[in-house]
């Protein structure tokens, strides 16, 4: 069965610092998706990076990185410089399913950041 | 991005009606919609896969009959919690996938408080 799991329910991190977001992931599925969701106090879920099984190097967005090690089957979420609206619950998630297929997304636990002044 | 908007946002609804949570693909075709349910403090759990056109696919242990699914256009989605009871207030959120992204795109999510 496929799984996702962060471990770390919470994280402080200073402002202007960099932090990483542990996610590790369990699929026997050659081809997969991994996500990053950014979830305020709103409720809306802001997508904010992914990487395919398949790629190569790792993914970058702005300030966001994915340390993607896939004999680990992990998928680390590194945010640099740390701003105060980074404050928000962060959920790895992962997309099953054939890619001629729908897909639904299975979600960690999520992990809840605060960044501090 | 994609846009998917969803409405309402919030909705307090006394016990024993029903109410309707709508998700709509605004700049695409969204063949397949998927709603989640979100209990605070924790993760997103999915409920149902919406196919345009096709009865839904609901995960086990959701009552098909007390969460109505229609998806009755590439557009559009609802959500009706029929005979709603307290236990039933929670956060809803959908997203949508059918556009040339990997990721899905999630509506802004409704608050339903049942009294």
């Known amino acids: 069965a496929q799984k996702i799991t962060q471990t770390q329910p919470g994280m402080f991190v200073q402002e202007k610092e960099a932090v990483t977001l542990d996610c590790t992931y369990d699929t026997s599925d050659q081809s997969y998706g991994l996500f990053w969701y950014k979830q305020p106090s709103s409720g809306e879920m802001i997508f904010l990076i992914y990487?395919?099984?398949?790629?190569?190097q790792n993914a970058t967005e702005g300030r966001y990185s994915l340390n993607f090690q896939k004999a680990r089957k992990s998928a680390n979420l590194v945010i640099s410089a740390s701003q105060l609206g980074d404050s928000a619950m962060y959920f790895c998630?992962?997309?099953?399913?054939?890619?001629?297929?729908?897909?639904?997304?299975?979600f960690g636990s999520g992990t809840r950041l605060l960044v501090r002044p | 991005g994609a846009v998917v908007s969803q409405h309402p946002s919030r909705v307090i609804c006394k016990s024993g009606t029903s109410v309707k949570i709508e998700c709509r693909s605004l700049d695409f075709q969204a063949t397949t919609m998927f709603w989640y349910r979100q209990f605070p403090k924790q993760s997103l759990m999915l409920m149902a896969t919406s196919n345009e056109g096709s009865k839904a696919t609901y995960e086990q242990g959701v009552e098909k009959d007390k969460f109505l699914i229609n998806h009755a256009s590439l557009t559009l989605s609802t959500l009706t919690v029929t005979s709603a009871h307290p236990e039933d207030s929670s956060f809803y959120i959908c997203?949508?996938?059918?556009?040339?992204?990997?990721?899905?795109?999630f509506g802004q999510g409704t608050r339903l408080t049942v009294v």
């Open positions: 997203s949508a996938s059918g556009g040339s992204e990997p990721e899905a795109f």
């Open positions: 990487q395919g099984s398949y790629d190569e």
């Open positions: 998630a992962m997309r099953e399913g054939r890619a001629d297929s729908s897909y639904k997304l299975i």
